[in-house]
């Protein structure tokens, strides 16, 4: 052999491994300006619910999928995640809101959502202090609200605990009054007067929902109450003060 000569194996190999490494470069690129894309629609989607929502600041955005912009093409999109938090809706703190929509389109200026699923926690700090005028405070036991508040039994208040089920009925949530614990032991809430109206006095109505959305359950965890509402085919039409088209 020569010493001008190559060797026929080494070419193939050096041209294989560079095409490799620059089809590696390209989908670095790809992918991060893909994300990159992702991130500044996500911001621009946040900013509209902000403003639409009436906002002090904007929520965290998430739009699923692993690539963002063949769905931004197609002009559909696989799911999108909204998380809010501390939100003043008049007397009321809503501690967090999370929503997932599923199979989101934009057709004709408007927002369309396959499905729509929503849960808002209220936190126990939020809730009335006081009930029936009984001062109260709140925490779940065991999948029901506990009330923590004191009765006058036989001229003396006795601090008790009202276990209450709470249920959505309608566009309203109705509060039952299932037994009320006294120094550990449990008794039927009629046994002691006053345990039935501190359970009674938290039903209240809520507020009407959008067309397809409806509340599905209200559930008491460690973190406060927690309101599920959810939908099937939810359009929107899109504000216009907010960046949005008629």
């Known amino acids: 052999m020569t010493a001008d000569r190559v060797p026929r194996a080494w070419v193939p190999r050096s041209w294989r491994a560079r095409v490799a490494v620059g089809v590696a470069l ?49 002009g559909r999109f696989s799911g999108v995640t909204v998380v809010a938090h501390d939100i003043r809706r008049g007397d009321l703190t809503l501690a967090q809101v999370y929503a997932h929509l599923r199979d989101v389109s934009f057709p004709g200026g408007r927002a369309h959502a396959a499905h729509v699923d929503v849960d808002v926690t209220v936190g126990y700090p939020a809730l009335p202090a006081e009930v029936a005028g009984h001062p109260v405070r709140y925490h779940a036991a065991g999948g029901l609200l506990a009330v923590d508040t004191a009765i006058t039994v036989s001229g003396r208040e006795v601090p008790v605990t009202v276990l209450v089920d709470t249920a959505i009925t309608g566009n309203a949530v109705t509060v039952t009054a299932r037994e009320v614990e006294v120094l550990g032991v449990r008794v039927p809430t009629g046994a002691l007067a006053g345990g039935t109206a501190v359970g009674s006095g938290l039903s209240r109505p809520l507020p009407s929902l959008p067309a397809g959305l409806s509340y599905r359950s209200l559930t008491a965890t460690d973190s406060g109450l927690r309101l599920h509402i959810a939908g099937d085919d939810i359009t929107a039409t899109r504000s216009t003060a907010c960046g949005g088209s008629r």
Do not use: I, K, M, Y
């Not at 946040?46 to 929520?59: H, I, M, N, T």
């Open 26 to 74: 390209l989908a670095v690129l790809l992918l991060g300006g893909d994300r990159l894309t992702a991130r500044v629609a996500e911001h621009v989607v946040a900013g509209r619910l902000a403003c639409a929502a009436g906002l002090s600041r904007q929520p965290a955005v998430r739009l699923d999928g692993r690539l963002f912009l063949p769905q931004a093409l197609a």
